[in-house]
């Protein structure tokens, strides 16, 4: 009901699922539910059990969108995250606090995403002063909320060394340990990626719905999601160097929000061509 520009056609499914018998929630008026994620629950009549599928995304799936954008989805039965979403969609239907409920391996807004964002950045920054290589690879649309952009500044000051590609706005730009740039091309890149990396330690990684801005974290749901499955991690890996390939076509943003444009290849092409489906 609250994207914009589509609120009308929107409403008309609202009430086309509500005659249908749906049961249908309303984000209240000071939040807008952003997240993107589905749960299949299967009721169980006998003893095979089939286990329930959570299905989470970094972009709508709308069937526009689909021709130009470019998003990330997961999709498992994974416990930990099909518990978080039950945990989320009882809070959703009955109007709870969704930060009185602890969570196992979701990130959300107005619950755990700004601290556990800001306290994986803290253990980084200690590493870092203890000698660890460190880094941090965060993709997004606009990267403008001041108390991330301080913390990430702090990181780079211990030595963290920080990609950030950044589709839109940005408050931070390339400097020492930090390299700020924005790829445009065939698509339009949506997906949000979080990569927190310390030697000898696995990395952490997410997919996300939310920008780093303020009203991701103020007035909306938004979510991050870990993804644990080796392959799937490795694909976004392969995502990531082609990200931070410095052969690839980009702007890197400068001091005072500059732009410069740095030819090279294009990623879409290159994607396109080399697409192979996860097995």
Partial sequence: IKSSYE???NYELYTEFKSLGADIIISPYNCKYHAKWALVMFHHNNTARQQDIALLSTGNWNETHARNYSDLTLITVTTTIVSDLKKLYSALKYGNDISDRKLSSLLISKANLYTELMSIIDNLINKSHSGEKTSIFLKVNELNFKPIIDKLLEASRAGVKIDACVRTSSLLYSQKNISVFSILGRFLEHSRIFCFYCENENPKLYLSSSDLKPKSFKRRQEM????????????????????????????????????????????????????????
């Fill in 224 to 279: 991050a999601f870990p993804i644990y499955d080796d392959t799937c991690r490795d694909y976004i890996f392969n995502l990531i160097d082609l990200y931070t390939n410095e052969s690839i076509s980009r702007f890197i943003i400068d001091k005072n929000s500059s732009l410069r444009y740095v030819k090279g290849l294009s990623l879409h092409n290159y994607l396109t061509k080399n697409h192979k489906e996860i097995e």
């Fill in 7 to 9: 609120e009308i056609y």
